[in-house]
């Protein structure tokens, strides 16, 4: 009954238990990864699509994001996959020379260069890893959602990075995933045991018109240790996104994440937090530049599950051409989680007459002893400011830009300055075109 097609939801791409049977038999996967598979297959099958009347989908078809079909070719190794040496050679001239880095790609064993592998720390393909996998789908369940356990059924590019305890990563170790398959499943796996401190940066690159890119990741620190998570989302023109994240932080853990939002045609990122022990901080920092029409819908989530536990989100968006950003924020205190403190900011920044934004934020508070507050605005460029700088001489696409600058300025220079460097550069390439198109 497994194999044959689904019989529910129509217009979801088919997944049989025959295809999941033959890709662990092929990828040798150890029984936790292959039962893992199985859970979100019989998830996946069950599950209905989204329901639109709730917000998190309002905004967004969701049988825009998920491809129309999934070749059983597609979650099979290389070997077994119709792409050409020169595709698989490209892939591999990704990967830096120069600091930490690992490259993963649908079914192929990830690239590890030699500054990573000195590092000391476990990096290893998902499908061979024999240890460290009982936190596998723990902080991103089967219940998830559609997108979420066809990922966990059939992903094709798998990762696992522990930071031993006490470790303290000096170089920030930088995750490439390119979208080079025509339908990309990555998932990646990083556990920073109790102590440790790393940074990981998180890109996705490449693809085109009619390839998509359904990733999760899911993030586990352990007591008094540190992660700072880069999640830099620069896919080609035309490709179709999903990405989830959920991060599990213990006591006295701390998590500093960074979004830099920017390519793709259609995008839905979903990213959350669950803050689990006492002391638990998490800082979320993100900007997002859309032009022409693209379409971005993301949310995020901040889970108060612990007492005195801190979480704090600026979220910067500007928009031009036809482009469109949906953003829903939600701050959840639990009943047994006092003392806590929550603040979260949505801004965006409209540069066209035709580019739409809608933002909610929302506050789901059970206790009555926390601080908690947020802000949102959707607003066009304060004239006044370009005719301030008109009559210093400076006007056009210079002083347009000069203003979004300074509008995502205070978001910026709140990113620690190992990282500000690198999203800073993206941000002014982005901007040149961005503004150029107003």
């Known amino acids: 009954?497994?194999?044959?097609?689904?019989?529910?939801?129509?217009?979801?791409?088919?997944?049989?238990?025959?295809?999941?049977?033959?890709?662990?038999?092929?990828?040798?996967?150890?029984?936790?990864?292959?039962?893992?598979?199985?859970?979100?297959?019989?998830?996946?099958?069950?599950?209905?699509?989204?329901?639109?009347?709730?917000?998190?989908?309002r905004y967004t078809d969701p049988r825009r994001v998920m491809p129309e079909q999934l070749k059983p070719d597609q979650l099979m190794p290389s070997q077994r996959m119709p792409s050409s040496a020169s595709q698989i050679e490209q892939a591999k001239d990704l990967l830096p020379q120069e600091g930490p880095a690992v490259l993963i790609t649908p079914n192929m064993k990830p690239e590890v260069n030699a500054s990573a592998r000195e590092a000391g720390v476990v990096l290893e393909s998902l499908s061979e890893a024999r240890e460290d996998l009982a936190q596998l789908g723990q902080a991103v369940r089967t219940?998830?959602?559609?997108?979420?356990?066809?990922?966990?059924?059939?992903?094709?590019?798998?990762?696992?990075?522990?930071?031993?305890?006490?470790?303290?990563?000096a170089e920030p170790l930088r995750v490439l995933i390119p979208a080079m398959a025509s339908t990309n499943l990555p998932r990646l796996l990083v556990v920073v045991e109790d102590g440790a401190?790393?940074?990981?940066?998180?890109?996705?690159?490449?693809?085109?018109?009619?390839?998509?890119?359904?990733g999760v990741s899911e993030l586990f620190v352990g007591t008094a240790a540190q992660l700072r998570h880069v999640i830099v989302q620069q896919w080609g023109a035309g490709v179709v996104g999903h990405l989830t994240t959920r991060t599990h932080l213990e006591r006295d853990a701390q998590l500093f994440t960074v979004l830099a939002s920017f390519g793709g045609s259609v995008v839905k990122l979903d990213l959350g937090a669950a803050l689990t022990g006492e002391g638990a901080q998490s800082e979320f920092m993100?900007?997002?530049?859309?032009?022409?029409?693209?379409?971005?819908?993301?949310?995020?989530?901040?889970?108060?599950?612990?007492?005195?536990?801190?979480?704090?989100?600026?979220?910067?968006?500007?928009?031009?051409?036809?482009?469109?950003s949906v953003y829903t924020g939600l701050i959840r205190i639990?009943?047994?989680?006092?003392?806590?403190?929550?603040?979260?900011?949505?801004?965006?920044?409209?540069?066209?007459?035709?580019?739409?934004?809608?933002?909610?934020?929302?506050?789901?508070?059970?206790?009555?002893?926390?601080?908690?507050?947020?802000?949102?605005?959707?607003?066009?460029?304060?004239?006044?400011?370009?005719?301030?700088?008109?009559?210093?001489?400076?006007s056009g696409p210079d002083a347009l830009r000069l203003v979004v600058r300074g509008?995502?300025?205070?978001?910026?220079?709140?990113?620690?300055?190992?990282l500000r460097d690198g999203i800073e550069s993206l941000?002014?390439?982005?901007?040149?075109?961005?503004?150029?198109?107003?």
């Open 1 to 57: 009954m497994a194999d044959q097609a689904l019989l529910s939801s129509p217009g979801k791409p088919v997944v049989s238990e025959k295809d999941i049977r033959t890709l662990a038999e092929v990828l040798h996967e150890p029984p936790d990864v292959s039962e893992s598979r199985r859970e979100c297959l019989s998830a996946y099958q069950s599950a209905d699509w989204p329901d639109r009347v709730q917000h998190l989908w």
């Open 143 to 169: 219940d998830h959602g559609l997108f979420e356990a066809l990922n966990g059924a059939a992903w094709n590019a798998g990762l696992l990075v522990k930071i031993p305890r006490g470790k303290l990563l």
């Open 197 to 214: 401190s790393a940074t990981v940066v998180e890109e996705h690159v490449g693809g085109n018109a009619g390839t998509h890119s359904i």
């Open 286 to 324: 993100g900007v997002a530049l859309g032009e022409g029409r693209q379409h971005f819908d993301h949310h995020t989530e901040h889970r108060h599950i612990a007492g005195h536990t801190w979480s704090n989100l600026d979220f910067k968006v500007a928009l031009t051409g036809r482009s469109r």
């Open 334 to 394: 639990e009943e047994n989680a006092p003392g806590s403190e929550a603040y979260q900011e949505n801004r965006n920044l409209m540069l066209s007459e035709k580019c739409r934004a809608d933002t909610i934020p929302e506050l789901e508070i059970l206790t009555d002893e926390v601080s908690c507050s947020h802000g949102a605005t959707v607003a066009p460029v304060d004239p006044e400011q370009l005719f301030y700088l008109a009559s210093r001489s400076i």
């Open 407 to 418: 509008y995502l300025e205070n978001t910026l220079r709140r990113i620690p300055a190992g």
């Open 427 to 438: 941000v002014t390439e982005r901007l040149t075109r961005l503004v150029g198109e107003h």
